[in-house]
Each structure stands twice: as C-alpha cells, then as structure tokens.
C-alpha cells in the first residue's frame, strides 16, 4: 500500500531539507513495515510532497499503520500523530492514500517575561516604545533554539493642563499668594510619578463703592426690603466679577393724597378716558404736584334706557307716533321713561301695493287651475289675497296640446321583427336594441353584427337579449340618411345626442335592466326603458369588449371629424354621457317617433 503526504512540525510545513536528512518509517503492531529517506520531494504544484511505501499481506487487512519520523541532522525522532489503516491490495508505486504527517514538539522553545512602568518611552532591544502594551521578541541560544522574551510595558504620560480663575484683590495657590493677574506655572507629580506641568489663568479684581438719590411715594422697596421714612440705605452686592459693590441710596419719601364724588347718569357715563356701562364705584389715579398718586373715588348710577322694538305688515299706508307712512321700512321714536332715561321704539312696517304676477304652462288636452278645468289655450287671471290683506292678481299663460300616445309595438317589415316601445320624456322610443340586417329598402346591412362570446356561441340568444352592433356607416348608410334606406322603420329616426341627453331627468339607474348588467347594483328598470350593457365592437383592435360593463347607441349628429356621436352608460356611473365613438366601432342602435 502507498502512501503520499506533507510533513509539518509545530504546525509549520517542513521544507527545504538537503537530501536524505529526512526518513519516514511505517510500523504495524510495532514492526517496521517500510522506510522511505527523502531525497526528491514533491510533484509539480506540490513541492514538499513525500512518498512512503507500506510492506504486508492479506492478514494486515483493517490494522492500523502508524509512522515515525526521522531527522538525522539534529539526530532527532519524532512521533506522527496521525494513522492509517492498512489495505492490501499488492499494488506499490500508486499513492491513493494522503496524510498530513503531524508532528508536536516543545524540547527546543525558552520563553521569559518582565514588567516595566516609565513615563513617556522606554527603549529596549534598540526599539524605543511610546505606547503600553506587550511586546515580544525572539532570541536564539546557542544550541539553536529560540528564546521568546515578552515586554509587558506600561507608558504613563506627562500631563500639561491649565484652567482660568478670578480673584477679589489676591489668589493662593502653589504655594504662594498671587496678587495681580497673569500666567503662572507649577510643576506637580501625578500619582504614576511623572510631571504634570499646570498653568493658571489668573484675573485678580478689584471691589467697588457707589451711590444714588431716588424720591419716592409713600413707600420705597429696595433691595428686599420696604422704606416708609426718608434717609440713607447701604447694601453690598457682588459684582459680575463676584467682588463686593457697596452701594448707598439716599431716598426721599413724599406721601399720595384720596378724594371722592356721586353721580348718576343714563346708559353710560365717560369719566377719565372710560365709558362706564354699569353702576358701581370706579377709581381713577392722578398725579399730585410732588409726583405722588391722587386717589378719586367715583360713585356712579346707571339707569338704563329702554329698547324696543314691533313689527307691522299695512297695506298700501300706516299711522304711528304721529305720521303716515307709505313704504316699507324701520321707523324709530324717542319717548321718556319715568327714570329720566330715553325709551327708543323701532317700528319694522311692511307695506304690501297690490300685487301682480305670471307664469307659462304647458299641458296636454286640459289643465285643472284654481277650481277650474280650461282645454283651450288662452290667459287667465285669478284674483287672491296676500298675507297682508292685499290684492294678488295671478296670470296664467296656458297652451293646450294634444296628448302624445305611443303605439305598444311597431312592425320592421324589412326585418320582419316587432318591437315594443316605451313613453320618455314626451317620446316615443323603441324598448329594445335592433337587430334587423336589412335596411327598408331590403338591401342588406354591411356590419351588423352579434357580440362574440363563447356563452353565446351561436350568437342567437344575444340578439334576442342585446340586438345587434352596427357601425357608423352601418347605421347611417350612403348617399341618403333617410327614407327608403333608413335603418329604422318608416316614421321611425335615430335619435339626436340632445335627446339623448334628456333621458338624464330619470335617474339612470330606472333606465337600466338590472339582469343584464354587472352585479351587484342597484337598477330598477322603471321607466320600462329597459337599457342594457351590449357591449360594443372596438374597430381599432378588431376585438368585441366590455360585454355586461357598457353600452352605446349612436345618435344622428354627424361631424366631419373622424368621430361620431353617442349615448354612453357604464355599469359604475350614473348619467348617461354624450361621447365621441369611433366610427368603425360597433354598438348599438334604437329608434324614436318623428
């Protein structure tokens, strides 16, 4: 069995030994079973890579192989740490098998430590070290082994600091007693030994003496105290620098001086630049010749005036406090109250003239007006009463038409349908979408198509719920719009996009059939219109969309720009809008009376 393999000692990889300095020998149970001295080591890209053959038989089969090796300069034999197990496969010369040859000693290291503290460096071994810490360095004695010595340093420093002080008149410190301000500089010893040069910035101030006059009235709070009686107060303060600042007041006291007064008045009462409202004793402080306050007590009535006020409605004139009055308006009057004070009247008078008025209306066969029935058009006038009492006359400008009745179907003999129809507002219109595909005249129609969708493969069920889609030119074909080419049954239009937009005095959602919408929602189908989302055929991508979301009818308004005109109902909106539509989209088509 062979074996290849790199040999480390302490964890270093052994290397660079001279020729057959180096002997590896293998042992099972004790006997050698094979030595190998290193004379050509390595394979390309492995350098150091040594070979050991490992001699047995059969019966060796799963024993351990462990190794020795040799190292004949320095005459020494070291212990491998690691085995292997033996395979008999009576191949040498293959290497299948790969150790790292281990090998831990410590016959050769001498290791020596010391502690020093210095301030600020400290050199050893030709090194100069500024900063503590443990610092290491190898030897080698004479038998060649090294010798590990270990620096553990402690660098304490010099200290240089200063701080600013400010003294009254003088300053002790270092020893010595400072009077004038400057720097000064003392060496002291930190607690490690080593200098700590300090520098004081010193402010020596000086304290400060003065005085003031001051007159005051009655009383004089200075100081934290209170002064009634004229003479010289002292108190020692500090100054911003913290010295003493003796200071000397020499106070004058001079003393204030009360009167009062009654009065009554009406309302309000001004007095000493105020406006009193209320009765009650008011003060007002003066000056008297000497500076010092003059106290005056008002003692004051208020009597109050009285307001009021009354509404009238007269016709055509009104009598009051003496006068006639002929237009509306406010009218006020002053009388005397029995404390003297004004009472002030307000009149608010409404004077009602005969009055005139009109109005238009409309109705079909007859109108019911103020107790009577009239059927022919004409003016009629009623005469009521105001509120007031006064004279109405009331104008009714009445036309008279006959009432609008809508046949329940109508026969498209050209498609052979019947359509019902519907009242709204004031027009016939068909109920349903067409779904004819012949025009009146029997021509066939060029786009008239069913909404594509595989849950109408056979597209019969969606003509009957949505009609058919049919393009602008579709539904107005050339060169006439009208008469025997029309889409729509004799007496029968497309409608226009204002009578479209009419449809909105309905709220939609009365318009709309609520099966053939999205749901939920919340459609009734009142009116009977019974709308309902057909959908459309978008021409741009050739593709049928929106079925159950939307709906569009064409209107016969033509533009000469590349859009048409059309009624547009969404499932989430409720007002059918006017829109342009793409001509050669597809949508539907209803019909009304002419």
């Known amino acids: 069995m062979a074996v290849t393999g790199l040999i480390y000692i302490n964890g270093v990889e052994l290397q660079g030994v001279e020729d057959y300095q180096i002997e590896i020998a ?67 010369g293959a290497y299948p098998n790969f150790l790292e040859f281990t090998i831990t000693t410590d016959d050769c290291e001498i290791t020596n430590e010391f502690y020093v503290t210095v301030c600020e460096e400290y050199v050893w071994d030709c090194r100069t070290y500024d ?46 007693m400072r009077t004038t301000s400057g720097e000064h500089v003392h060496i002291f010893q930190t607690v490690a030994g080593c200098d700590s040069i300090v520098t004081l910035h010193l402010t020596i101030n000086e304290s400060a003496t003065s005085e003031f006059w001051h007159t005051a009235c009655d009383t004089y709070t200075w100081d934290g105290g209170t002064h009634t009686a004229s003479g010289d107060y002292m108190h020692t303060y500090q100054t911003v620098a913290g010295c003493d600042s003796i200071v000397t007041l020499h106070l004058t006291i001079n003393e204030s001086a009360t009167s009062e007064f009654w ?13 009193h409202t209320a009765s009650g ?11 010092c306050d003059s106290i005056v007590t008002l003692h004051l009535t208020i009597n109050e005036s009285y307001d009021t006020e009354f509404s009238i409605t007269a016709c055509g004139t009104y009598t009051w406090a003496g006068g006639t009055h002929t237009a509306s308006g406010d009218y006020t009057y002053t009388f005397t109250a029995v404390n003297g004070c004004d009472s002030l009247v307000t009149l608010h008078l409404t004077i009602d003239d005969f009055a005139a008025s009109e109005f ?22 009623h005469t009521y009463q105001t509120v007031a009492g006064c004279d109405s006359i009331v104008t009714l400008h009445l036309t008279i038409t006959p009432c609008l009745v809508c046949p329940a179907t109508v026969y498209d003999a050209a498609n052979s349908i019947t359509y019902n ?22 021509t066939d129609i060029p786009f008239a198509k069913p909404y594509y969708h595989p849950i109408f493969p056979d597209s019969s069920q969606y003509k009957i719920d949505f009609g058919l889609l049919y393009t602008f030119a579709s539904a107005f074909p050339e060169p006439t719009r009208a008469g025997e080419r029309s889409i729509c049954p004799e007496g029968w239009r497309i409608p226009t996009s204002s009578e479209w937009a009419s449809l909105n005095m309905h709220d939609v959602v009365h318009l709309k ?82």
């Not at 004793?281 to 500076?291: L, P």
């Not at 507002?425 to 068909?430: E, I, M, Q, R, T």
């Not at 219109?529 to 079925?547: H, P, Q, S, V, W």
């Not at 909106?573 to 949508?587: F, G, P, S, V």
């Open 26 to 92: 293998c042992f099972i149970d004790g006997a050698c079973r094979g030595t190998y001295r290193i004379f050509d080591v390595g394979w390309p890209g492995y350098p150091h890579l040594v070979f050991s053959n490992v001699y047995g038989s059969p019966e060796d089969n799963g024993k351990q192989v462990s190794y020795k090796v040799y190292d004949h300069a320095k005459a020494k034999e070291y212990i491998v740490e690691e085995t292997l197990v033996y395979e008999y496969n009576g191949i040498l």
């Open 131 to 176: 900063e503590s810490g443990t610092y290491p360095y190898t030897y080698q004695t004479d038998d060649g082994c090294d010798s590990i010595v270990t620096l553990h340093l402690t660098i304490n420093k010099m200290f240089i600091t200063e701080f600013f002080h400010a003294a009254c008149e003088s300053y002790h410190w270092g020893g010595s």
């Open 263 to 275: 009065h009554t008045a009406c309302d309000t009462y001004t007095w000493d630049g105020g406006t």
């Open 281 to 291: 004793d008011y003060m007002h402080t003066y000056q008297t010749v000497a500076g």
């Open 360 to 381: 238009w209306d409309t109705a079909c066969d007859t109108y019911t007006w103020d107790g009577g029935t009239h059927t022919t058009s004409g003016d009629y006038m």
């Open 421 to 442: 129809v519907v009242e709204l507002v004031g027009k016939c219109w068909f109920k349903e979408n067409i779904r004819g595909t012949k025009y009146q005249d029997g």
């Open 513 to 594: 059939h609520p099966d053939f919408w999205l749901t939920p929602n919340d459609h009734t189908n009142n009116t009977g219109a019974d709308m309902r989302a057909a959908g459309k055929y978008n021409g741009t991508i050739k593709r049928f969309e929106n079925l159950y979301g939307y709906t569009a009818w064409w209107s016969s308004d033509d533009p000469a720009s590349e859009t048409g005109v059309g009624g547009v109902l969404r499932y989430n909106c409720n007002i059918l809008e006017i829109m342009d539509i793409t001509k050669t989209d597809a949508i539907s088509v209803r019909c009304i009376m002419e």
